[in-house]
C-alpha cells in the first residue's frame, strides 16, 4: 500500500465496496460513505427499520473489496483494497462511533436514532494487518 493510497484512507470517501451475496455467492458492488475516524475506516448508512442486504452478507462472509474511486480530486488514488469488516454492535461502542460521525460529517442525524438504526462497520485492510 503506497503512501498516497495511505493518505487517502485518512479522509472520509465517497467509495464503493463489494460484498459476497449471502445466498447467490456473486460480487454485490454497492457506493457508500467512508468515514476515517482516529486512524480506523468505518462504513455506515442512514437509518432504516429494515436491514439492508450489504450487512447480512458481511454477517454470512466478512471479507470485502473497498474500492477508492478517485472520483476527480487531484492526489485521490483509485484502488481495490481487500478487506475485512467488523459489524459493530455494541451499543456504547456505537454512540461513540456515531457521535463523532455527525460532529464531522453528518451534522443534522439524532445519535440516538443512528445508534438504534443505522449499519455501522469497521474496515480492516488486509495489507494493514499484515
Not at 12 to 19: F, K, Q, S, W
Not at 27 to 43: F, K, M, N, Q
Not at 91 to 116: C, G, N, P, S
Request: glycine share 6%; hydrophobic share 35%.
Amino acid at each position: 500500500m503506497n503512501d498516497t493510497i495511505r493518505r487517502a484512507l485518512t479522509k472520509g470517501n465517497l467509495v464503493d465496496i463489494t460484498t459476497t451475496g449471502r445466498q447467490t455467492g456473486q460480487p454485490r458492488r454497492i457506493e457508500i460513505v467512508s468515514h476515517a475516524l482516529d486512524g480506523r475506516t468505518y462504513i455506515s448508512g442512514m437509518p432504516s427499520p429494515r436491514k439492508r442486504a450489504w450487512i447480512a452478507n458481511l454477517e454470512a462472509d466478512p471479507h470485502l473489496t473497498f474500492h477508492l474511486k478517485g472520483r476527480g480530486m487531484v492526489g485521490t488514488p483509485v484502488a481495490d483494497l481487500p478487506g475485512t469488516a467488523r459489524i459493530i454492535t455494541d451499543e456504547q461502542e456505537r454512540r461513540d462511533v456515531f457521535r463523532k460521525v455527525i460532529e464531522t460529517a453528518w451534522h443534522q442525524q439524532d445519535l440516538e436514532t443512528m445508534v438504534r438504526l443505522s449499519p455501522l462497520i469497521e474496515v480492516t485492510f488486509d495489507q494493514l494487518a499484515a
